[in-house]
């Protein structure tokens, strides 16, 4: 009974996070009339589903040998799951900006320190400064990206120019949900992994990309859709590079604030003026409430629940 009610949740929250991240990945080819919404999110669902297949078992790395010693049980995963789908249907209910990775490891760690385990401090910290590596790693990236396809593109004739724009936004697409797949649904699929629980993920995440991405990618996705294509492309391969090297070291991090740090650095470009107080703000919420509010809600879960 234990493992089909897991599998539902994971199946849920999967379903949640590839919606509310389908912005990164829909938002540009929609927005920028390459194709229909539905073919764009069947597209960018896909790569969701084959990073989930491909490399989302490399995220169990950051649960047993990482967080802590030992794999979660089954039980511990059900509590992670299931505050996890709580947080994130009220910060999507009162539209506050979610980072479901810091969600997911603010759970990890309040159901490891519930049921007195030992936990990593060394990793721990290591995973918190990730996060905002990623945000100036991102920005890095992001500007020299947009600089080498500035000066690719200054020769080449306008037809040649749209058709090039055109198969960067479906490769920036692709990279950036290939990598949400990897990384963060890998890391729902890793909590008490076998290869019923990567397959349920990454159909999930095809799925929450498919049906109920497009109100995120309406909202906000603006930020990446009304960008020109050579910063969409940069600032999206820049995310999706680092969120791939995170993967590889097992770390997970925050898709949105990838892109977001590439969106940054391309308009150091220009000049304009992407870090606002309002981005700042929306930054430090997600990264210090999201984790907190998780453990805590965890943490309160195993003791009610007559699982501990």
């Avoid at 491909?54 to 511990?76: C, R």
């Avoid at 980072?99 to 997911?104: D, E, K, N, P, R």
């Avoid at 890793?190 to 109100?215: E, N």
């Avoid at 600032?235 to 999706?240: F, S």
């Amino acid at each position: 009974m234990l493992t089909e009610i897991y599998f539902v949740l994971a199946s849920a929250v999967s379903f949640i996070i590839a919606a509310n991240n389908s912005a990164d990945s829909v938002g540009t080819l929609y927005g920028s009339r390459v194709t229909s919404y539905y073919k764009a999110a069947i597209f960018s669902g896909l790569f969701v589903m084959i990073g989930t297949f491909m490399e989302g078992w490399k995220m169990a790395g950051a649960i047993g040998g990482g967080f802590v010693s030992n794999p979660l049980s089954l039980e511990m995963s059900l509590m992670v799951l299931l505050s996890t789908a709580i947080l994130l249907f009220l910060f999507t209910f009162l539209s506050i900006p979610l980072s479901a990775s810091q969600i997911l490891v603010g759970s990890i760690i309040g159901v490891a320190v519930a049921f007195a385990w030992t936990l990593n401090v060394y990793f721990v910290i290591l995973v918190v400064a990730s996060w905002g590596i990623t945000l100036g790693a991102s920005m890095g990236f992001a500007f020299l990206i947009y600089i080498i396809m500035a000066k690719f593109t200054k020769n080449l004739k306008v037809f040649s120019l749209s058709k090039f724009y055109t198969i960067s936004l479906f490769i920036g697409s692709a990279f950036i949900a290939y990598t949400l797949g990897a990384n963060t649904i890998g890391l729902v699929a890793s909590l008490d992994l076998s290869i019923y629980s990567i397959i349920i993920a990454g159909v999930s995440g095809l799925l929450g990309t498919v049906l109920f991405g497009r109100r995120t990618v309406v909202t906000v996705g603006k930020k990446i859709t009304s960008l020109d294509p050579p910063r969409a492309f940069s600032a999206q391969v820049a995310g999706a590079m680092v969120v791939e090297i995170f993967t590889q070291l097992h770390f997970p991090v925050s898709i949105t604030q990838a892109v977001i740090g590439g969106v940054i650095g391309t308009g150091m470009v220009k000049g304009y003026k992407e870090l606002n107080g309002k981005t700042v703000k929306n930054l430090a919420l997600s990264w210090s409430l999201a984790p907190l509010l998780a453990f805590a809600i965890t943490y309160v879960l195993v003791m009610v629940l007559p699982l501990h």
